[in-house]
């Protein structure tokens, strides 16, 4: 078990790296927005992209109250997950499934950061760090609301998509009905992104 002083040194260490993970993730999450053809999705990341900027300060503050150098290193973790969402989001051949893998590849990230700040806001309370173990709380309840949003989002594709096979089954009866109890950001990008 490790003693104090070398969970201290864990701490500074897994801080560090999740500080340049957030700092990875203002990076990719403009471009995600960019890709995103659904409306709520593209909403979804830029408003993350606020929380995550919001992360990165939350960090600087324990930083800066540990007496620590505002400094990052390397998260190798998270430099695969993104570069494998990456790899996926490049062979999607329409908009729909490009939309469904990045919301795949966002909760995985999503994922990643509830375990470190799970971990990270535990070590703080134990070595009786109260108000950083209390501030790397509300980070993990921002990640842990975004991947909730995120699960939303993924449900409602496969509503639509439920929906769309009724039409085609029955395009004469179903259209008008199907249409009109859409949401209507649902209906929009149907209609712009399908084609
Ligand atoms: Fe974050
Ligand atoms: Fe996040």
Known sequence: MANMESLEELLQEELKD?????????????KLAKKATTPDLQDAFEEHLRQTEQHMERLEQVFDQLGMPVKGKTCKGMKNLIAEGNDMIADADDDATRDAIMIAAAQKVEHYEIAAYGTLRTWANVLGHREIAS???DTLEEEKETDQKLTGIAEGFVNQAAA???????????TVGARASRRPAAADRNRTGRR
């Open 135 to 137: 501030m790397l709380e």
């Open 164 to 174: 769309e096979d009724e039409e085609e089954e029955e395009p004469r009866k179903r």
């Open 18 to 30: 999740m500080y340049d993970a957030e700092k990875q993730l203002t990076k990719a999450l403009p």
